[in-house]
C-alpha cells in the first residue's frame, strides 16, 4: 500500500481474521497506481502463484482449485487463467442491472469465444491466476498504465504465452451511481488508449508477434473500443441534423453531416444490437433473464460512454497516471446471498419434510442415539 495510506493499514491492524497479512509500504515515487504497487510486491512473491483479487471480490471457495487444475492440464504455454467476473449487486440501481449485463456479456460470452479462437485475451484486473514465474520473465505491470489487465494480456501474447477462462466465478460490487460509475469509466477508457498507443509504437513488430487476426482482434477490443465512444456523438449529431432538416441523405447534394448521419444509423443498429444480444446470451447463461430489459437502454449507455471517452481523451493529456479510486462496500444487494438464502430455505423445508416422513431423526429425542436409528439415515448425496 501507499505509504502515507493510514486507513488501509489501520483496517487492516483491526481485522479479526488470523489469516497472514504482510503490508509492504510502497515508495513515494513515480504513480500512485495499483499496476506499480504489484511491482513493488512481486519480489516478494514466494509461491508458484500469483493471483490477484480486488479488496470486495467473492471468489467461489473452490477457486484456487479450479484455477491450479487448469495449470496441470495446460501446456508450458499457458501463463495465467482468469475467472469469470459476475456483478453482485444488480438490484441496486439502473446503472448496476446494466453492470450486469455488461458483465455476463463479457466474462462468459465474448472471453470465452476469444479463447475458443486462440485471440489475445484482455484480462479483467481481478481473478487473474498467474505462474509467477513467467509474470517475473515478461517484466510484471506496467506501472504507469492504469488499465494494467488489458496492457498484459496482450503483452503475455507478444512474449508467446496465453490466457485462458476458468469456469470459477468472482463476484464483484458495481458503482450504482453515475459519478462513480464515470469515474471508473473514464480510467479505462484511459487505460486502453494508453495501452493502444504503447502496443503501437511499433506496428510491424506487432503485427508479427500478435499475428494478423491477433492484431485486428487487438485493433478492434483495445483501440475500436475508445475510438468508438469517442466518435459515438458525433454520429449522433449527423443522424439528427439528418432527421431535422430531412435532407436525402443519398443524393448528391447531401451536406456531408447528413451523410454522415446515414452511416450512424447503419452503424448504431449493428452495435447496439450486438452488445445487447451479446449481454442477453450472457444473461442467460447466469439465469438472470429476468434483467435483461435493462439492455433497452443501450443507447443512452452509450452516451454515457462517450461522456467517459472524452474525459479520459483529456486526462490522457493533462493527467496520465491519476487513478480515481472507486469506492465499494456501498451495496444495499445481493443475489448471490439472496441464492444462498433461498438455498438454506429450501433445504430446511427438505430436512423437516423428512422428520415428518420418520427419514430422519428428531433432534433431542432419546432415540437419536441409537444406532437403529442412526441406520434409517438416508444415503449422502450430492443434493443433501
Known amino acids: 500500500?501507499?505509504?502515507?495510506?493510514?486507513?488501509?493499514?489501520?483496517?487492516?491492524?483491526?481485522?479479526?481474521?488470523?489469516?497472514?497479512?504482510?503490508?509492504?509500504?510502497?515508495?513515494?515515487?513515480?504513480?500512485?497506481?495499483?499496476?506499480?504497487?504489484?511491482?513493488?510486491?512481486?519480489?516478494?512473491?514466494?509461491?508458484?502463484?500469483?493471483?490477484?483479487?480486488?479488496?470486495?471480490?467473492?471468489?467461489?471457495?473452490?477457486?484456487?482449485?479450479?484455477?491450479?487444475?487448469?495449470?496441470?492440464?495446460?501446456?508450458?504455454?499457458?501463463?495465467?487463467?482468469?475467472?469469470?467476473?459476475?456483478?453482485?449487486?444488480?438490484?441496486?440501481?439502473?446503472?448496476?442491472?446494466?453492470?450486469?449485463?455488461?458483465y455476463a456479456g463479457q466474462f462468459d460470452v465474448f472471453l470465452p469465444g476469444l479463447t475458443a479462437m486462440q485471440l489475445p485475451l484482455p484480462l479483467g484486473g481481478s481473478s487473474n491466476h498467474f505462474l509467477t514465474s513467467t509474470l517475473r520473465r515478461i517484466g510484471g505491470w506496467d506501472s504507469y498504465n492504469v488499465t494494467e489487465d488489458a496492457d498484459l494480456g496482450m503483452r503475455l501474447v507478444r512474449f508467446g504465452y496465453r490466457a485462458d477462462i476458468i469456469d470459477s466465478t468472482t463476484y464483484e460490487e458495481a458503482p450504482a451511481y453515475a459519478g462513480p460509475w464515470l469515474r471508473q469509466r473514464t480510467r479505462w477508457f484511459k487505460g486502453w488508449m494508453q495501452t493502444w498507443l504503447v502496443h503501437m509504437r511499433e506496428p510491424g513488430r506487432l503485427l508479427?508477434?500478435?499475428?494478423?487476426?491477433?492484431?485486428?482482434?487487438?485493433?478492434?477490443?483495445?483501440?475500436?473500443?475508445?475510438?468508438?465512444?469517442?466518435?459515438?456523438?458525433?454520429?449522433?449529431?449527423?443522424?439528427?441534423?439528418?432527421?431535422?432538416?430531412?435532407?436525402?441523405?443519398?443524393?448528391?447534394?447531401?451536406?456531408?453531416?447528413?451523410?454522415?448521419?446515414?452511416?450512424?444509423?447503419?452503424?448504431?443498429?449493428?452495435?447496439?444490437?450486438?452488445?445487447?444480444?451479446?449481454?442477453?446470451?450472457?444473461?442467460?447463461?447466469?439465469?438472470?433473464?429476468?434483467?435483461?430489459?435493462?439492455?433497452?437502454?443501450?443507447?443512452?449507455?452509450?452516451?454515457?460512454?462517450?461522456?467517459?471517452?472524452?474525459?479520459?481523451?483529456?486526462?490522457?493529456?493533462?493527467?496520465?497516471?491519476a487513478w480515481e479510486k472507486t469506492a465499494h462496500g456501498l451495496a444495499r444487494t445481493s443475489h448471490r446471498a439472496a441464492r444462498i438464502t433461498r438455498a438454506l430455505l429450501n433445504l430446511e423445508r427438505e430436512i423437516d419434510g423428512m422428520k415428518k416422513r420418520g427419514e430422519l431423526p428428531v433432534v433431542g429425542d432419546a432415540a437419536t442415539n441409537t444406532s437403529a436409528s442412526r441406520r434409517r439415515l438416508p444415503p449422502a448425496s450430492a443434493s443433501g
Open 208 to 321: 508479427s508477434e500478435l499475428g494478423p487476426t491477433g492484431f485486428l482482434a487487438f485493433q478492434l477490443m483495445v483501440g475500436g473500443n475508445a475510438l468508438a465512444a469517442l466518435v459515438h456523438p458525433l454520429f449522433m449529431a449527423g443522424l439528427v441534423y439528418s432527421l431535422a432538416s430531412g435532407s436525402e441523405v443519398w443524393s448528391g447534394d447531401s451536406a456531408p453531416l447528413a451523410i454522415l448521419g446515414a452511416f450512424y444509423g447503419i452503424a448504431a443498429v449493428i452495435g447496439y444490437l450486438s452488445s445487447a444480444f451479446l449481454g442477453l446470451l450472457g444473461l442467460m447463461r447466469r439465469g438472470l433473464s429476468s434483467t435483461a430489459w435493462v439492455l433497452l437502454l443501450t443507447p443512452a449507455h452509450w452516451l454515457m460512454l462517450s461522456v467517459a471517452a472524452w474525459r479520459a481523451l483529456y486526462q490522457l493529456v493533462f493527467a496520465p497516471y
Open 1 to 102: 500500500m501507499e505509504a502515507d495510506d493510514k486507513d488501509t493499514r489501520a483496517a487492516i491492524a483491526a481485522r479479526q481474521n488470523r489469516m497472514p497479512v504482510t503490508v509492504i509500504p510502497v515508495p513515494a515515487i513515480g504513480p500512485r497506481t495499483k499496476p506499480k504497487a504489484l511491482n513493488v510486491a512481486l519480489p516478494f512473491a514466494r509461491g508458484t502463484f500469483t493471483v490477484v483479487y480486488d479488496a470486495e471480490d467473492r471468489p467461489e471457495p473452490d477457486q484456487l482449485r479450479c484455477a491450479l487444475q487448469a495449470f496441470r492440464d495446460a501446456g508450458d504455454d499457458l501463463a495465467c487463467v482468469q475467472a469469470r467476473l459476475c456483478i453482485d449487486n444488480t438490484a441496486d440501481s439502473l446503472l448496476a442491472r446494466y453492470y450486469t449485463a455488461e
